[in-house]
């Protein structure tokens, strides 16, 4: 998941969720139709992408999906 563009595609891809770059960096209580199973399903997505296991506790506490992404990379 290198680029924001990639991460964007995974995440409409994936979940079924609309989403549009600019959105990346809202809370995620802003965006509409969001739910924690949502991310579960990213975190999944997000290692069978990536191919290691993330830092879930890590991205349990983000508030943003640009920081869901920023974590998944630096991981």
Same mark, same amino acid.
């Given at each position: 998941?290198? &680029?924001?563009?990639?991460? +964007?595609?995974? +995440?409409?891809?994936? $979940?079924?969720?609309? $989403?549009?770059?600019? #959105? +990346?960096? =809202?809370? $995620?209580? #802003?965006?509409?139709?969001?739910?924690? /199973?949502? $991310?579960?399903?990213? +975190?999944?997505?997000?290692?069978?992408? &990536?191919?290691?296991?993330?830092? =879930?506790?890590?991205?349990?506490?983000?508030?943003? /999906?640009?920081?869901?992404?920023?974590?998944?990379?630096?991981?």
């Amino acid at each position: 998941m290198h &680029t924001i563009d990639d991460f +964007v595609r995974l +995440v409409r891809d994936e $979940l079924g969720m609309p $989403l549009e770059e600019h #959105q +990346v960096s =809202v809370d $995620l209580d #802003q965006l509409p139709e969001w739910d924690s /199973l949502y $991310l579960l399903k990213l +975190v999944t997505a997000l290692e069978q992408a &990536t191919g290691r296991s993330l830092p =879930v506790g890590k991205l349990l506490e983000a508030r943003s /999906l640009g920081e869901i992404h920023r974590l998944a990379a630096e991981a």
